[in-house]
């Protein structure tokens, strides 16, 4: 059998989403993707007194476009709801006047191109230090992190010295405290509807915040919030009944990953805990916009073999997203993780999943979607300018050439 490409793939087929409010001409999704390019609230940031806060400007509102095509879905980087949240420097909050008026930005940009986004809602929790934030490091319990030479990528302002994570243990939340996070989570989803985004979508994988509660290793808690795998999904299910109040289930989407190993996630009994999870949501919230998974076998800081050997070691060598994609029958089913031009035709065409998430590719490519469907060469990325922030934040970020403007540059220099 002939596997369809181009233009004649699946990905070129219109799909419905929040729950049959959208509906999306084409199937390849812009992945959620941290670039770090946010303009800082203090432009005078010192030891004494660093910088905490960005906002969007303009150049993120013109990345975001470039990406744009009818009908498309992206969806934003994950967007922290609160200083306590935020676990990178560059990355634009959605907490205050300035910020909404960037994000605002950003999705006209996105809806003038007829384009869709939604808001991705992110909390770092123990993935931070406090010299971040100025505060304490959060977490669902106060364990200290797995790895203890493991540091946080970015020096604090002032330094040039890595800071080790395991040297800034994280505070157990009290119950007033996780309370506190859901209403933030809230507020956040909230004002995103309010300035126009067309849904949000939950990080509840690579290891973050709502994934900590999930992950055996770090959740070492003994309440109604730990203890058994299906205690470990009550922060993540409760988070998510109090979303769906607040902007509707049908505008709310959720994004897991079962086998991450990222921030040190080491969780036990991953199908047990993850299929729980899966039930529950589908029961509870049977109108969601989406669910988007990432694959088993990809892993952000493991090569596929090193990755296969973790897989092996859970007795789940063999193992796909379908037991996933089966409690989860017609909600729309996304797949993320190692997608390109050579494998998105099978995988789209096999039924195993409605859309596929692109990012790498979709960074050098802002004019991705007409390559896969012309079967045109790809520009490679460039790894060293994906997370900023930079002296130049262009480069590596809106600098990347469309077919349009490179085959122009290229007829001049034959014509010499």
């Excluded at 922290?80 to 959605?94: A, I």
């Excluded at 969780?267 to 509870?284: D, F, G, I, P, V």
């Excluded at 994609?325 to 909600?331: K, L, Q």
Aim: glycine share 8%.
């Amino acid at each position: 059998m002939t596997i369809p490409t181009g233009s004649e793939s699946k990905l070129f087929q219109p799909i419905k989403i929040a729950d049959g409010k959208i509906t999306l001409k084409h199937r390849v999704i812009f992945a959620p993707l941290t670039r770090n390019r946010g303009t800082p609230y203090n432009t005078t940031s010192t030891a004494e007194n660093p910088n905490r806060l960005w906002y969007p400007n303009e150049l993120m509102a013109e990345y975001y476009r470039q990406r744009t095509t009818e009908g498309g879905l992206l969806i934003s980087e994950g967007i922290p709801m609160s200083l306590e949240s935020n676990g990178m420097p560059g990355v634009p909050g959605l907490f205050l006047p300035e910020q909404a008026e960037g994000w605002k930005k950003v999705v006209e940009a996105v809806h003038e191109k007829g384009g869709f986004i939604y808001c991705q809602l992110w909390h770092a929790g123990r993935a931070n230090i406090p010299q971040m934030s100025g505060l304490p490091v959060v977490c669902p319990s106060a364990t200290h992190w797995d790895d203890p030479n493991e540091c946080y990528n970015w020096p604090p302002v002032g330094s040039t010295k890595q800071i080790r994570y395991a040297d800034f243990p994280p505070i157990e939340l009290t119950i007033p405290h996780l309370k506190q996070q859901i209403q933030d989570f809230c507020n956040e989803a909230k004002l995103a509807m309010e300035i126009g985004f067309d849904g949000v979508e939950l990080h509840a994988g690579n290891g973050y915040l709502p994934e900590q509660f999930l992950s055996s290793n770090i959740n070492k808690r003994t309440d109604e919030y730990g203890g058994t795998n299906e205690k470990r999904c009550n922060f993540v299910l409760e988070l998510m009944d109090q979303l769906a109040k607040t902007v509707g289930e049908e505008n709310l989407a959720i994004r897991l990953s079962p086998f991450g190993l990222f921030n040190q996630t080491r969780s036990e009994q991953r199908m047990e805990t993850w299929s729980y999870l899966s039930r529950c949501l589908k029961q509870n919230h049977p109108r969601l916009s989406y669910v988007s998974f990432i694959e088993p076998r990809y892993d952000q800081i493991f090569t596929p073999a090193e990755k296969a050997q973790f897989l092996k070691s859970w007795n789940l060598a063999n193992i796909t997203l379908s037991p996933f994609r089966a409690i989860f029958g017609s909600t729309p089913f996304f797949s993320g993780g190692g997608w390109d031009d050579t494998n998105s035709w099978e995988a789209i065409a096999s039924g195993d999943y409605d859309a596929l998430l692109f990012g790498r590719w979709y960074i050098s490519n802002p004019d991705l979607v007409e390559r896969l469907k012309l079967g045109k060469p790809l520009n490679l990325y460039d790894r060293g300018t994906f997370y900023g922030p930079f002296e130049r934040n262009e480069r590596g970020y809106t600098d990347y050439p469309t077919m349009l403007e490179k085959e122009p540059a290229r007829a001049v220099v034959e014509s010499l």
